[in-house]
């Protein structure tokens, strides 16, 4: 298992800023996984980040808008950037640990954009 | 394209009776399916998976079958509780994916047991 913690757990911006996410597990991982679950629907994949290599971004999702750091195998930080309202939403940084099959989630970070 | 269902509309029941729970799915080759539970503002939860190869898994008091001629799985909770109110996602990993096993999500089913 893992234990993943996100901060900030929420947050209220205004539009045209950026803010990063940072993602911390309590074991070194390989995968890390951003999603976004916007209000009322399930969720999306952002983003693939592994260690030591460019983030592997899914269609509809840009590196310029949604830089990703993956420093080292148990931090990881996603950046909403040049924010508009269309970003609000629930941003949740997900591993799969050990090479398993199972996908453990963080508590997410919510974000309203004014 | 590939596609993931899951009833929309909230399943309302009563403390005790069994909660069945859908997820279909089209144009998929899935080696897994898994369900997950999300409570309001949480995270999901990992509760099961299942394999391409396996008809039915256990624990506690969720069953999951999987039948891959159907394209289809349900989830069950039997003598279901409150406690069991919240939305449950399915989640497909399918062999081959680009971004190498990742997991696409159906759109979630709520279910609200009243006591």
């Known amino acids: 298992s893992a234990v993943i913690s996100q901060k900030p757990s929420r947050d209220i911006c205004q539009r045209g800023t950026s803010l990063t996410i940072q993602c911390q597990v309590d074991s070194q991982v390989t995968m890390m996984f951003w999603y976004r679950q916007q209000p009322g629907q399930s969720l999306t994949l952002i983003a693939t980040a592994n260690q030591g290599s460019e983030a592997t971004y899914e269609s509809g999702f840009v590196i310029d808008k949604f830089p990703i750091s993956r420093p080292n195998l148990t931090f990881s930080t996603l950046t909403v950037s040049n924010m508009s309202p269309e970003d609000s939403s629930i941003y949740l940084c997900s591993v799969k640990p050990g090479g398993g099959e199972t996908q453990y989630f963080g508590p997410g970070t919510r974000l309203l954009v004014l | 394209s590939q596609k993931i269902e899951q009833n929309s509309e909230a399943l309302n029941i009563q403390e005790g009776k069994t909660a069945t729970l859908t997820c279909n799915y089209t144009n998929y080759s899935p080696a897994y399916l898994q369900w997950y539970r999300q409570d309001p503002g949480r995270g999901p939860v990992f509760l099961l998976l299942i394999r391409e190869n396996e008809k039915e898994k256990r624990k506690e008091r969720l069953k999951v079958t999987f039948d891959t001629t159907l394209k289809q799985s349900l989830f069950h909770i039997t003598a279901s509780q409150p406690a069991d109110s919240a939305t449950y996602l399915c989640?497909?990993?399918?062999?081959?994916?680009?971004?190498?096993?990742?997991?696409?999500f159906g759109g979630g089913t709520r279910l609200m047991v009243k006591p």
């Open positions: 989640a497909l990993d399918a062999i081959g994916n680009n971004a190498g096993n990742m997991l696409t």
